[in-house]
């Protein structure tokens, strides 16, 4: 701890942040207007040289306001530490305070992208959690001043904590290329090609949008539907897009683990994680024990064959829930035996191993069952108004089998079994999930029963948690009963600290 | 004193006595369908006297009828519903409880609440009336509202809450 900075004057983060906050907001431009310049490049032939000098004036002019806008925003940008807040002043014109208590603050994290990691600097992210909505992001600092932020911060908190031994450290995870390979490979590439999908309708949107702002959507929908005349033509091509579909399914498994868990490395230290990851962008993560709500491990039957799993950490958050799945933090390619010591860190599982099982009604297979039926229903009557093509209707050959498979897998593997502090609860279907709740950290605690569930004297048990919900369907009122008494008088009787 | 005594029996849910919203409310939510429901029959019948009139003049009086049927439909399970919603209070936590078709009870920990709010809207007021809401930390709309009960217990119930979080 040679050349400490101690915070406590205002000061602003290394002015190589202004080249990061540039490459921030050119990148942000470009993806609101990539498709101009497409447009630009196409039609660049047809241009005379006078457009294309305005075009060229317009777009320094652009850049250089940039430059000048990320220079103030730089400028305006000052944080200090002062009586066990984090108190940041920032805006040009609008200017805000804002001071956030320390015990308010749940993470601190490490990233850098591409830029950062060029000029050598972390941009430190700093996460809360309950009603403030705040999210702060020092866009660049160099690594001591961010070690020593982060230490600043924890310190109040943590008074143990020391860096100087993590290098000799043996890390608790250590993933290779290798694995990481094995990794991506039995991943759920259906679910990568969904994902694919779900990014290339939001770009289709984005051009359709401008293409509609230019006048031309017609033009643009013919080109599409010509498109899909030719494919719906003809067997062979059916066949090629779906092998190709496979491909990008598989190639999108790759490309989404290597991208967020490249180098992934977990160490514990004193009662936490701390996790590294990352390609292009690397993250670095403190998970305070005491932070985790709950955690679910999950795995797939060719994972399960190569022994591997990846676990799921998931922290407080605001808000809805939906919004914020990113703030969920995954580690991938986990053995049995960084499993049993991660939980070993978290929980107390021993007496959870005695426990006994519990499977729910059989009801939950009939309510599936019939969600089901109302998905094919709909699915079968957009095809009926939309394809006079009776051949088509085959697709339900496929589909009522699949459905009837997942439903079934699904209903075997849902079970929940509970120690006096430890709920666990199994799910999936072609996968399987392990979900570990303990008891103090549930918020509030519900039993929906609709009518049909009356008439069996069954109900789902629901657990509000910080981080999200989590369902039992369909067990025994009774039951149901037992553990909501149950978990009500553990809540209230513990004097831990749920976060 | 370190003490730590086994419990025969936890205090059940089960055994708990609810208390039921105050009568004077059904009335508000009643005027509250009600105005909903002039505001749509006069949106129709502009609707139908401008434009449905000469498009389809021989099923205009359906849209009415099917819209009155709606009304007392959802005026019906309104106050069919409304004997369900049902409250308790303990020394430790909060409990709801409402729902014909979709029964459903929620229970809030004190030790959890993050805030307590009371409201009273234009026509609950009338009848010093309000509701109130507790909210935990996470994603909060699935939390815990009593609507109209009467507002000076509203009030004192804050007030508990306030108090039992505070210790």
């Known amino acids: 701890m040679s050349s400490v900075h101690r915070f406590t004057e205002f000061s602003k983060q290394s002015p190589k942040g202004i080249l990061v906050i540039y490459g921030s907001l050119l990148y942000k431009l470009l993806k609101g207007t990539w498709f101009l310049f497409f447009l630009f490049i196409k039609g660049f032939s047809k241009m005379s040289e ?3 000098v305005y075009i060229y004036i317009g777009i320094s002019v652009v850049l250089l306001l940039l430059l000048l806008r990320a220079f103030l925003l730089y400028k305006n940008f000052q944080f200090k530490i002062a009586d066990n807040h984090f108190v940041l002043k920032q805006g040009i014109l609008k200017k805000t305070n804002t001071s ?5 603050i ?3 994290n490490f990233k850098q992208n591409l830029i950062q990691q060029f000029i050598k600097v972390y941009e430190v992210s700093i996460e809360t959690a309950g009603s403030i909505k705040t999210e702060i992001a020092i866009k660049a600092l160099p690594y001591e001043r961010a070690q020593e932020l982060k230490r600043q911060i924890l310190l109040t908190e943590n008074p143990f904590q020391d860096d100087s031994e993590i290098s000799k450290e043996k890390p608790l995870l ?4 290798l694995e990481l390979l094995k990794v991506s490979l039995t991943e759920n590439h259906f679910k990568s090609l969904l994902l694919f999908l779900a990014v290339l309708i939001g770009l289709y949107q984005q051009v359709k949008d401008l293409v509609k702002g230019l006048g031309k959507t017609a033009d643009f929908d013919s080109y599409f539907d010509e498109g899909a005349a030719v494919i719906y033509g003809s067997l062979i091509l059916i066949t090629i897009f779906l092998l190709l579909l496979i491909v990008i399914g598989v190639l999108s498994s790759f490309v989404r683990i290597f991208l967020f868990h490249f180098n992934l490395t977990v160490f514990i230290r004193d009662q936490a994680f701390e996790i590294n990851q990352g390609l292009i962008t690397k993250k670095s993560i403190l998970l305070k024990k005491e932070k985790v709500q709950n955690i679910t491990i999950s795995t797939n039957p060719i994972k399960e064959k190569l022994g591997i799993s990846f676990v799921i950490f998931k922290q407080a958050i605001s808000g809805k829930v939906a919004k914020k799945k990113h703030k969920a933090i995954k580690i991938v390619g986990c053995k049995a035996a960084q499993i049993t010591k991660i939980k070993e860190l978290l929980f107390d599982t021993e007496k959870l191993e005695t426990a006994e099982k519990d499977y729910v009604d059989g009801y939950y297979k009939t309510r599936m069952c019939f969600r089901s039926g109302i998905v094919l229903f709909l699915f079968n009557l957009i095809l009926y108004i939309s394809f006079e093509e009776v051949t088509l209707f085959l697709v339900n050959m496929l589909l009522i089998p699949v459905f009837g498979l997942l439903i079934h897998l699904s209903f075997k593997k849902t079970f929940y079994k509970f120690s006096s502090d430890l709920l666990l609860l199994g799910s999936g279907s072609l996968g399987t999930h392990y979900t570990y709740l303990p008891f103090f950290k549930v918020q509030n605690i519900q039993i929906k029963q609709n009518i049909f569930q009356e008439r069996r004297n069954i109900v789902d048990l629901v657990f ?10 369909c067990i025994k009122k009774e039951k149901a009963i037992e553990i909501y008494d149950y978990t009500l008088y553990k809540v209230e009787n513990s004097t831990a600290s749920w976060m | 004193m370190f003490e730590n005594q086994q419990i025969e029996q936890l205090p059940s849910i089960e055994e708990l006595t609810f208390k039921g919203i105050p009568k004077a409310y059904l009335k508000v939510v009643l005027i509250h369908v009600f105005l909903f429901f002039t505001v749509a029959f006069t949106g129709l019948f502009l609707l139908i006297r401008y434009k449905l009139q000469e498009e389809i ?7 009415y009828v099917g819209v009155l049927g709606v009304f007392l439909l959802i005026s019906l ?13 303990r020394e430790k936590d909060i409990s709801y409880k409402s729902g014909i078709f979709f029964k459903k009870i929620t229970t809030v920990p004190f030790s959890r609440i993050q805030h307590v709010e009371v409201d009273e809207g234009p026509v609950s007021r009338l009848f010093k009336l309000a509701s109130i809401s507790v909210f935990t930390a996470g994603d909060s709309s699935d939390d815990l509202e009593i609507k109209g009960i009467e507002k000076t217990e509203a009030l004192q119930i804050k007030e508990f809450i306030s108090q039992q979080i505070n210790e």
């Open chain 1, 174 to 177: 250590k993933i290779s290329v």
């Open chain 1, 464 to 473: 509000q948690t910080a981080a999200g919900k989590i369902k039992i369907p």
């Open chain 2, 57 to 63: 003049p021989n099923y205009t009086s359906y849209l």
């Open chain 1, 106 to 108: 749940q993470n601190i």
């Open chain 1, 100 to 104: 956030i208590s320390f015990d308010r």
């Open chain 2, 77 to 89: 399970i309104l106050i069919v519903g409304f004997s369900r919603r049902k409250y308790a209070l």
């Open chain 1, 50 to 52: 006078v457009t294309l």
